[in-house]
């Protein structure tokens, strides 16, 4: 039987088209085995939100090729799609695809192999005006789904090249949303979280002008769901009649990844961010009025061009200010093409690396107190397996990780605990059965 390796980096939204892609080579005969195997084919989707994110991937296509040296080498997704006369200068690439026709994914690498040429498909993205209809029918994990209900960006932060990579908003239709969760339900998944590059665009494209709201309200209907999670959303997403339609859905979780950026107004408009820190707040506010309990985990980006002393000083008073349960931290990289990498006073990388540290450290202590506010209380986790036997992890509807005794017949439950202590990220608890 043919093999083919997956090396994925980057988003949500990569993972899952990384695993329908993987559905593909299923249904044409081929195993799917782990990236450091050998192989026929290895696809490597990428990432190229850094440059980081690009020279990983440049990594493991040396890699691939060591691990069989006559085995097809496609590179797919974001870095590819900015850059693919770079990649076609990579000998070892046979099959260059970008943000588009991945459907086409194994026809191209068998035809590479057959043809023994390199083959590159990108084509411009900015066109694009259909959602690409890929889909998952078959997942391993029986308890949580990523459902892709959107692509592309019409947002143009100054410092970011998504945009440019992935085009222009395309959101998913409906009907085909609520029939993939559908058959998700059927096989036993219990929650849904919808991804895509920009969730707060979904609908903004569709003539009838249904929106994300009414995609809550058709999955909420979905008898065999009982939770509904975001993986991220724009702050100028929230207001009263979006948090009331999640309160009514009776499925939607309180947590909210609740995109920042800087905790500095100067900055943030220097981002080309579209809000203010005290129109964030106050639409944290207006979650918490709705949801109590609910977990905010954010992305702050240190170093941005520019960015003094003060600047970050704000962000930290803010971060503080918010009390978020999860920080993700990143040092600002500069991609070519975008309007930050032309900006005065680029910051030193020493610079980068002491702020990063703080507000990463500031941010596991933000963490662990919101954690620890919920020893004693009780709390719903949806059970899944660990692979150490000894214990089973979970996730409370706010996003935190809970251990509890293992006990194989609750995987796949939504379960009440208790929470009782908590230890290096995580929190423990006994089941309430």
């Known amino acids: 039987m043919k093999k083919v390796a997956f090396h994925t980096l980057g988003c949500k939204v990569n993972q899952y088209e990384t695993e329908a892609m993987e559905e593909m080579f299923k249904k044409n005969g081929y195993k799917v085995v782990e990236d450091e195997d050998f192989a026929d084919v290895y696809v490597i989707n990428t990432c190229t939100v850094t440059n980081m994110s690009d020279r990983k991937s440049r990594q493991f296509i040396r890699r691939a090729k060591k691990l069989n040296n006559k085995g097809v080498v496609a590179v797919v997704g974001c870095y590819s799609q900015t850059s693919p006369e770079e990649i076609e200068q990579i000998e070892d690439v046979d099959v260059i695809i970008g943000t588009t026709n991945r459907d086409k994914v194994v026809e191209l690498c068998e035809k590479a192999k057959l043809e023994d040429k390199q083959i590159n498909i990108v084509k411009d993205v900015k066109y694009n005006k259909e959602f690409e209809k890929i889909r998952i029918e078959d ?74 709201i009414d995609l809550i309200k058709y999955i909420a209907n979905i008898d065999t769901i009982d939770r509904i999670r975001f993986s991220s959303v724009e702050p100028r997403l929230i207001d009263d009649e979006f948090m009331q339609t999640l309160v009514d859905s009776k499925k939607a979780c309180d947590h909210f990844h609740l995109s920042l950026q800087s905790g500095s107004d100067t900055v943030l408009e220097r981002m080309n961010r579209k809000y203010t820190t005290d129109e964030y707040f106050e639409k944290v506010e207006l979650i918490r009025k709705y949801m109590p309990n609910a977990g905010i985990t954010t992305d702050i980006i240190v170093g941005f061009p520019g960015e003094t002393d003060d600047e970050f000083e704000e962000t930290l008073n803010f971060v503080k200010k918010v009390g978020f349960s999860r920080l993700h931290v990143f040092k600002y990289s500069k991609r070519e093409g975008t309007p930050a990498a032309t900006m005065d006073n680029q910051i030193d990388g020493n610079i980068q690396n002491d702020r990063s540290s703080k507000l990463i450290a500031l941010g596991d202590k933000t963490m662990e107190e919101f954690a620890k506010s919920f020893i004693g209380k009780k709390a719903s986790i949806l059970v899944e397996e660990n692979s150490d036997g000894k214990t089973l992890e979970g996730y409370t509807s706010n996003y935190l990780k809970v251990k509890i005794p293992y006990n194989g017949n609750l995987i796949g439950k939504i379960v009440e605990v208790e929470i009782l202590d908590f230890e290096g990220e995580l929190l423990f608890a006994r089941p309430l059965i």
């Open 139 to 212: 997942l391993s994990n029986m308890t949580r789904a990523y459902i892709k209900i959107q692509d592309g960006c019409n947002m143009f932060c100054s410092y970011c090249i998504i945009p440019y990579a992935r085009g222009p908003i395309r959101s998913r239709n409906i009907e085909d949303i609520v029939e993939e969760i559908k058959e998700l339900g059927e096989k036993g998944f219990k929650e849904v979280i919808l991804t895509g590059i920009h969730v707060a665009s979904f609908g903004k494209d569709f003539e009838d002008k249904r929106n994300l």
